[in-house]
């Protein structure tokens, strides 16, 4: 038996015990995944999973939406318009995400990937279409499908993050 204060008493887990990072406990805000309100003109969704090597789903991972470009490393604050150039969203335990935004200004949108066992976000681009681009223009049809979301509904667009394996999605340097 141990006594209170003593060294044989049971100690609560720290975090140099427990494995990390935990990006769902303080990150997401309240409607961190709608860039534009409900009912906004031309809203869309971009829908999906974020899967592991294995095909399993990653149930802890968060997502940055990014529009515009990401070398200005600014947030575009809602205005009185509605609008947001970020938006940010924890994955649900089978994995999947959306986001309510509106088409980008230019042929893609940027997406940051945070997961447990990366050191650093993955960064990848969300394409609503493909079509003639320096990026896509360099790489073979089957890593260029990654980078494609796909239409599922009017409106509703798939895309799925792969971190490993077969059809691992096409990550940039960050």
Same mark, same amino acid.
């Given at each position: 038996m141990y006594q209170e204060g003593s060294l044989d008493a049971p100690m609560a887990?720290?975090?140099?015990? =427990?494995?990390?990072?935990?990006?769902s406990h303080a990150l997401p805000? #309240? &409607?961190?995944? @709608?860039? /534009?309100? @409900?009912?906004?003109?031309? *809203? +869309? @969704? +971009?829908?999906?999973? /974020?899967?592991?090597? *294995? &095909?399993?789903? /990653?149930p802890d991972a968060l997502l @940055?939406?990014? %529009?515009? =470009? %990401?070398?200005?490393?600014? +947030?575009?604050?809602?205005t009185g318009t509605g609008t947001a150039g970020f938006g940010r969203c924890a994955t649900t335990p089978d994995g999947s995400y959306r986001f309510r935004t509106i088409r980008p200004s230019v042929p893609y949108m940027l997406l940051l990937v945070f997961a447990r066992g990366l050191l650093r976000p993955m960064l990848t681009r969300i394409y609503l279409q #493909?079509?003639? #681009?320096?990026?896509?223009? =360099?790489?073979?049809? &089957?890593?260029r499908a990654t980078l494609i979301a796909r239409e599922r509904s009017a409106g509703v667009y798939g895309f799925d993050v792969r971190l490993q394996g077969e059809e691992e999605t096409v990550f940039l340097g960050t």
């Open positions: 887990p720290t975090p140099s015990k =427990t494995f990390g990072p935990f990006f805000y #309240d &409607g961190d995944w @709608e860039l /534009v309100p @409900e009912g906004h003109p031309g *809203a +869309i @969704e +971009i829908r999906g999973r /974020v899967l592991d090597g *294995a &095909g399993e789903p /990653v @940055e939406l990014w %529009m515009g =470009t %990401m070398g200005t490393r600014r +947030i575009l604050l809602r #493909d079509g003639p #681009d320096p990026l896509l223009d =360099t790489l073979d049809p &089957g890593r």
